[in-house]
């Protein structure tokens, strides 16, 4: 299993962007089970948990970015997004996807090789 992460890129503050996740080599019924999560990592800090999607379809957010940032999932493409609107600078970080082990809270894959978004001012 390896995650494919794409989507992001260079927006000036206030814009928008849409992540995508592909989960490759996990079979349908794994990864309908799956917690998946969107992580970031901002240049000199620790990686940060974004945003979960239980496979049942609930959702937590992380506070800093509650209200601006949405997550979604798609089993049949084993895939999952995050939709990312209203963006400020501090949101500019390398952004990781990984399923969510429940049982530790630790990623449960090695770690893909993210997607870059830089939010100018």
């Known amino acids: 299993v390896y995650l494919v992460e794409s989507g992001g890129g260079l927006v000036q503050a206030g814009g928008s962007l849409r992540l995508s996740c592909v989960v490759r080599g996990s079979i349908l019924s794994v990864f309908n089970a799956l917690t998946m999560a969107w992580y970031r990592q901002a240049p000199g800090k620790q990686r940060e948990l974004v945003a979960t999607i239980t496979s049942g379809g609930n959702i937590d957010i992380t506070d800093s970015v509650k209200g601006r940032f949405a997550i979604s999932r798609n089993n049949g493409r084993r895939a999952a997004y995050l939709e990312m609107n209203s963006l400020k600078p501090e949101d500019t970080a390398v952004y990781y996807c990984?399923?969510?082990?429940?049982?530790?809270?630790?990623?449960?894959?090695?770690w893909g090789q993210g997607t870059q978004v830089t939010v100018s001012s």
């Open positions: 990984n399923a969510l082990d429940e049982n530790t809270f630790n990623p449960s894959y090695s």
